[in-house]
C-alpha cells in the first residue's frame, strides 16, 4: 500500500470515528442556530429558551406555550387572528397574577400555512424552546404534520384551528379539540340546503390537500345519507387563488348552491367569478376566516353563508362573549373582534381551566388528565364536554349570513333568509 493511500484510509477511519462519536453524543443530528426560524410575537423573542429543571416550559415564574401557524402568505390573517385570541386569554389572567404566580407566555413560529414548515416548528418548539404546550396550530395539513412529533413526546396538542376526523381520533391523548368537526359542519350545510330550500343539486369546490378532502368527505357523506351526490367538485392548490379550472368545471354543472372548503381569499375569487355565469347559493365553512372573508368581498359579500363553532363576537347575551370583548379592548383597544381571534381566546381560556384544576405542581401528564377526563367545562357560560374517547368538546354549529351592512347574521332557516 502506498503512503498517499495509507493517509485516505487513516482519514477515513478517523472521520468515521468521529462521525459515530458524534451520533452518540447526540450532537449529529442538532439544529444549528441558522437552520431555526426565529420566533415571533412576543418580548424577547429570538432568544433561545433555556432547559430547566423539572416540567419543560415550567419555571417558578412562567409557563410558555407555543404556537406555529400562519403569519404570512396567503393565510395569515387566520394565524394572526387566532394568535391575537390565545395572547388575549393569556393577557388577561396574567392581569390577575397568572396562574399560581406563574406568568403564561406564547411563542410563535410562522409555518406560511405549509405542512413542512409546520413540521420543523415544532421540532424546534419542542426541542429548543422546551414549551409547556403546543397550542392554536391552524390548518388541517399543518396539524397533520404537526400533531405526531407532539404526540411522541406526548406534548399537549391544544385547541388546533381545524374540524380534521384525524385529530378526533380516541387514541390520540396529547389532543384536545374544541370546535365542532368539519363533518358536523357538512351535515348542518346540507340540511338546511335540503330541508329549508329543497336543494338537490349541490357542487364542492376544495382545497387540494388534507383539508379540503375532510371537508369534500363530510359533504359527500351528507349527501349520500339523503340519496344525492355532488353534480361537481373540483379542487384550487392550497396558498393560492388559482381558482379558474374549478369554477370552469363547478359552473358546467350548473348547481344550485356551491359549498366552498377553502381559505378566504381563493374563496372570495371564486364566488366573484362564479357570478359571472350563475347565481347559486354559496356556503363556506368556518376555516374560511369569516371576517376576512367578509374584507374580501366588500358589498358583493351580501347573502354569503358561513357556518361558524363559536358565536358572534358582537353577541353580548353570550356571557363569553362579553369577557371576550372587554379582554380584547384591555390587550389591544384597535383590535376588530372577530371570530377567529374569539376562538383564540377560548381555546386560551381552556388551557387556564387545565393549569388552574392542577394546582402549583402542573404537569403535562395532570394538565391532558384534568382537561379529558372532567366531563363538562364551562368557560364563560359556554359549555364543553369531554369523556372517555371524547376529545372534542363543542358540538355547536351555527349558520351565518352576510347581512347588507357587512356583518354576519345569525340564521335559524335559508328559507327565512332569502
Not at 420566533?39 to 429570538?46: I, S, V
Not at 394565524?79 to 397568572?98: D, P, S, V, Y
Not at 363556506?284 to 369569516?290: C, E, L, N, R, Y
Request: hydrophobic share 45%; glycine share 10%; aromatic share 8%.
Amino acid at each position: 500500500m502506498t503512503r498517499t493511500r495509507a493517509s485516505f484510509f487513516r482519514i477515513l477511519l478517523t472521520a468515521t470515528i468521529l462521525t459515530l462519536l458524534a451520533v452518540v453524543l447526540g450532537t449529529a443530528c442538532e439544529v444549528t442556530e441558522e437552520d431555526v426560524p426565529t420566533p415571533t410575537g412576543d418580548p424577547g423573542a429570538g432568544v433561545p429558551v433555556m432547559v430547566e429543571e423539572g416540567v419543560p416550559g415550567v419555571s417558578d415564574s412562567r409557563i410558555l406555550f407555543g404556537q406555529s401557524a400562519a403569519f404570512s402568505g396567503p393565510a395569515q390573517a387566520l394565524g394572526q387572528a387566532m394568535r391575537l385570541g390565545i395572547q388575549t386569554a393569556f393577557h388577561e389572567q396574567n392581569e390577575k397574577g397568572g396562574v399560581y404566580e406563574r406568568m403564561l407566555e406564547l411563542t410563535t413560529l410562522d409555518d406560511q400555512y405549509e405542512p413542512h414548515l409546520a413540521y420543523s416548528n415544532t421540532l424546534n418548539l419542542i426541542n429548543r424552546e422546551h414549551v409547556f404546550a403546543l397550542i392554536g396550530e391552524v390548518g388541517t395539513p399543518t396539524s397533520r404534520s404537526a400533531s405526531p412529533l407532539a404526540n411522541a413526546e406526548n406534548v399537549p396538542f391544544i385547541a388546533p384551528f381545524t374540524g380534521a376526523d384525524f385529530l378526533r381520533e380516541s387514541e390520540l391523548e396529547n389532543v384536545v379539540n374544541l370546535r365542532a368537526s368539519y363533518h358536523q359542519e357538512a351535515e348542518e350545510m346540507v340540511a338546511r340546503l335540503t330541508e329549508d330550500l329543497g336543494i338537490t343539486r349541490v357542487a364542492v369546490m376544495y382545497q387540494n390537500d388534507s383539508y379540503g378532502q375532510s371537508g369534500l368527505d363530510g359533504v359527500v357523506d351528507a349527501l349520500r345519507q339523503r340519496g344525492l351526490e355532488p353534480v361537481a367538485y373540483w379542487y384550487y392548490q392550497r396558498n393560492s387563488d388559482a381558482v379558474k379550472a374549478a369554477v370552469f368545471n363547478i359552473v358546467e354543472a350548473n348547481p344550485e348552491a356551491i359549498i366552498m372548503i377553502g381559505a378566504y381569499a381563493p374563496v372570495a375569487k371564486a364566488i366573484t367569478v362564479v357570478r359571472e355565469d350563475i347565481a347559486p347559493i354559496f356556503m363556506a365553512v368556518s376555516f374560511v376566516g369569516s371576517n376576512a372573508l367578509a374584507q374580501e368581498l366588500g358589498p358583493d359579500g351580501v347573502g354569503v353563508y358561513v357556518t361558524q363553532v363559536v358565536p358572534l363576537p358582537d353577541d353580548t347575551s353570550v356571557p363569553a362573549v362579553v369577557a371576550y370583548r372587554a379582554a380584547l379592548k384591555a390587550f389591544d383597544a384597535n383590535a376588530v373582534p372577530g371570530f377567529v381571534s374569539l376562538e383564540g381566546y377560548l381555546a386560551g381560556r381552556l388551557a387556564i381551566v387545565g393549569l388552574e384544576k392542577c394546582g402549583r405542581d402542573v404537569s403535562r401528564d395532570c394538565f391532558l388528565d384534568v382537561l379529558r377526563n372532567s366531563g363538562t367545562i364551562d368557560l364563560n357560560g359556554l359549555t364543553l364536554q369531554y369523556g372517555p374517547g371524547d376529545n372534542q368538546g363543542s358540538d355547536a354549529v351555527f349558520v351565518t349570513v352576510i347581512g347588507d351592512d357587512g356583518k354576519y347574521h345569525l340564521v335559524n332557516s335559508l328559507a327565512g333568509a332569502r
